[in-house]
């Protein structure tokens, strides 16, 4: 029902020629898979807040951190790149093209997937000769988590790529938290073993393979049947260039949105990193209109900056980002009423990040306050200034939290983020005003301009 309200706003705020009902439903899939995954990693983070301590917690959310952001070096942009480079091939009926690109990405993902596993390996066993064998034992648990992670989003990639957006997206917004929620409900009303990280992270890892595999069979039967018996072309330098900044930009967004967790995890303060993760899972709530009517928009925005229609493409822009604010602003006050109370359902040591939630919360508004300007960029050719503007962010996050958070704690990363998102939001609408004349926020563009 929330998708299919946020579409029915979304045609009033698209141009009459954009508002069709391929864009539309094909947005009402997305946005529902978002909803329900928002959802299905809210309950899982709850029950694995609930059953383990506070110092499980945090230790599983540091080294799932630094999976994910090393998840990104093992994908090398490859899930991005193969949306536009497969929907072109496939559009130019460039089958032997296509069928190259399949094979060479999926070798590039298990190799890179391979290095990554070595450097990580070599950096758990330096860990375990300096005493802290627990956490390299972590370290290799996780380990399974990146060649699946990577295969499964290159996967997703090609089938995207195929406009199969809903099907496409499945494995991962669907079948990987359902299934972790499942594994991990059933160790812990049906096992004697005692739940702790490594449980939780051998359950994780076991929901990951599951969804690679669901994946890797759906891209097999989406396969066009005119890849059968053709020879493969290859264009890997083209390939290799197109990647790599498609790479370091997710970069960016992964580390800024985990800069908390894996600072306080690293300077010894796991209980923090946990109070820390549950107060950013909450705040995040306020990110999802933002982040699910961003599928429906970047088409759009690419289009009319294609038809060079800025006047549209300045109104658009707008009224999308004031709709998105609009939705967003009650999320943002029930957070202030019970914020407390939703960290207490987490457990009674949660309660304390309600000041960090606030701070984060605020960084949040920040960027509806903005508008989705990093897409907007990307889907304009700046792609280079977003990650600019990301840059920018990351590094302000870093200096920030490492002089912050050792004494401030769970305060010092909120405030850190927060500075973060006005500093990069900032910068991201200068450069659009710069390079597209655009006025990006959810005020209306001053007419002396």
Known sequence: ??????????????????????LLKGSIGSLGLKVINTVAVFVYSLLLARVLSVKDYGLYEYVMAWMMLLSVPAVFGLDKFMVREVSSLAA??????????????????????????????????????????????????????????????TAEGFLKGL??????????????????????????????????????????????????????????????????????????????????????????????????????????????????????????????????????????????????????????????????FLVSLPIVLGLVVLGQWLLGIFGAAYVSGYGPLLVLALGQVIALAVGPVGILLTMTNFEQYAVLGFSVGVVVNIALCLILAPTMGVMGAAVAATVSALVWNTVLALITFQKLELFVSIFQRPRSQ
């Not at 309200?5 to 508002?19: E, G, Y």
């Not at 759009?300 to 800025?310: A, D, P, Q």
Request: glycine share 6%.
């Open 163 to 324: 406009h199969h957006i809903t099907i496409g997206q499945l494995p991962t917004l669907f079948v990987r938290p359902i299934t972790a929620i499942s594994l991990f409900g059933g160790v812990v009303l049906f096992s004697t073993i005692e739940v702790n990280t490594r449980v939780a992270l051998f359950v994780y890892m076991a929901a990951v393979l599951t969804a690679f595999l669901v994946s890797f069979f759906l891209m097999i039967r989406k396969l066009p049947p005119q890849l059968k018996g053709l020879a493969s072309d290859y264009a890997m330098g083209a390939w290799t260039r197109h990647s790599v900044p498609l790479m370091i930009n997710t970069s960016l967004y992964m580390l800024n949105s985990r800069v908390g967790v894996l600072v306080l995890g690293s300077i010894g303060q796991p209980e923090a990193a946990g109070v820390y993760a549950i107060a950013l899972k909450v705040s995040d709530l306020v990110a999802f209109v933002l982040v699910a009517v961003s599928v429906a928009l970047a088409p759009t925005f690419s289009k009319l900056y294609t038809e060079r229609n800025s006047q549209e493409l300045q109104r658009t822009y707008t009224r999308s980002t004031q709709l998105i």
């Open 1 to 22: 029902m929330i998708a299919k309200h946020l579409s029915q706003a979304l045609s009033q705020v698209l141009p009459a020629n954009l508002s069709s009902n391929t």
């Open 92 to 153: 130019q009926r460039h089958w032997s093209r296509l069928r190259g690109l399949i094979a060479w990405s999926f070798t590039m993902v298990l190799g890179t997937s391979a290095l990554v596993i070595a450097i990580l390996g070599a950096l758990a066993w330096w860990r375990s000769g300096q005493g802290n064998s627990q956490l390299s034992l972590l370290f290799w648990i996780g380990c399974i988590f990146l060649p699946a992670t990577a295969l499964m989003t």
